[in-house]
Nanobody, 126 residues
Framework: QLQLVESGGGLVQPGGSLRLSCTTSGFTLNNAAIGWFRQAPGKEREGVSCISNRVDSTDSADSVKGRFTISRDNARNTVSLQMNSLKPEDTGLYYC???????????????????WGQGTRVTVSS
């Protein structure tokens, strides 16, 4: 059974950093594109960053470019999201998701992802 579990969320001051992890099981990590998404209260879920299978190409939302970095460790079945220079508007519930159907690319549209974790909460506040 394919599962994803997020960890690493918490409360951080503006300008601080957090590292989120998405630990996967039930499938070969390198066979799926992985995306990170977030949802703030009262807002729709939005794509943050993603990494493709096989070639590890990445994409990120304009709002996080230069601040967030996504990476994959196939040996540990983990995809990480390093978040630096955090802003209050980065606050939300962060989810990772997998798409075995995307090959060699990734996209930031939630509807393209079939499997989801339960989320980890990030709060950026002074």
């Amino acid at each position: 059974q394919l599962q994803l579990v997020e960890s690493g969320g918490g409360l951080v001051q503006p300008g601080g950093s957090l590292r989120l992890s998405c630990t996967t099981s039930g499938f070969t990590l390198n066979n799926a594109a992985i995306g990170w998404f977030r949802q703030a209260p009262g807002k729709e879920r939005e794509g943050v960053s993603c990494i493709s299978n096989r070639v590890d190409s990445t994409d990120s939302a304009d709002s996080v470019k230069g601040r967030f970095t996504i990476s994959r460790d196939n040996a540990r079945n983990t995809v990480s999201l390093q978040m630096n220079s955090l802003k209050p508007e980065d606050t939300g519930l962060y989810y990772c998701a997998a798409s075995p159907m995307l090959v060699g690319l990734c996209v930031l549209h939630p509807r393209e992802y079939n499997y989801w974790g339960q989320g980890t909460r990030v709060t950026v506040s002074s």
